[in-house]
């Protein structure tokens, strides 16, 4: 019996491909991978920053610093919704961010984060880099297309200290030199909810403006 049992086994798997679906029911379709995929979703406020610019440390380098007076989080109006989505094959990933309550022409900087809730933690991906951000917000509104390239650029434009610290993700704790080079690194971080966006502004430079922590969508 056990013979025949396995016989059909070698004999039943074949066929069940033979009509372009694969053991697990899935149609099998390579050119489907340009899809999206996973959609992460932000609600950005104020209230997400670990801190006050009051409490910038002394040590901050001076691209760090706020040059504008700065606003406590409970005053600050600003709000921001975003999604970061990824395609099926993790060649890619689309970032889309609307604002509220921030002038354009104050806007510094635009980050994609690895970090817990509340943790100020390296960068991933620059998206000021070789952008002019006060055009790319004139609506309120921006979106980003983001591939490898633009990972590895953030570790490739760090020096010294202070760019280890942060630039570049972890792609675990136990090996903090080992980081994150693609987008399907980014994705796993995503999935882990250890990533967030963060605006930056002139008043609201070290630890940003608005930010959001990103979680996946049911």
Known sequence: ???????????????????????????????????????????????????????????????????????????????????????????RAFAHLKIEGVENEEITMFHIHCGRPGQLGPIIVDIGMNRDLAKEFADGEVFVEITNEDIVAVLEHSSGLVGAFTAGCPIILANPLDRVKTVSGMAQIAFERELYFNLHTKSQTFFGDIRGQLHPVD
């Open 1 to 91: 019996m056990r013979y025949l049992a396995l016989v059909f086994m070698i004999f039943a798997i074949p066929a069940a491909a033979q009509d372009g679906s694969s053991i697990s029911g899935i149609e099998l379709n390579p050119s489907r991978g340009s899809e999206i995929g996973a959609v992460f979703e932000a609600w950005l406020s104020p209230h997400q920053q670990g801190g006050e610019e009051r409490d910038t440390p002394s040590f901050t380098p001076q691209a760090f610093q706020s040059t504008s007076p700065s606003v406590d989080r409970k005053d600050r109006k600003s709000r921001g919704h975003g999604t970061l989505s990824f395609s099926r094959d993790l060649s």
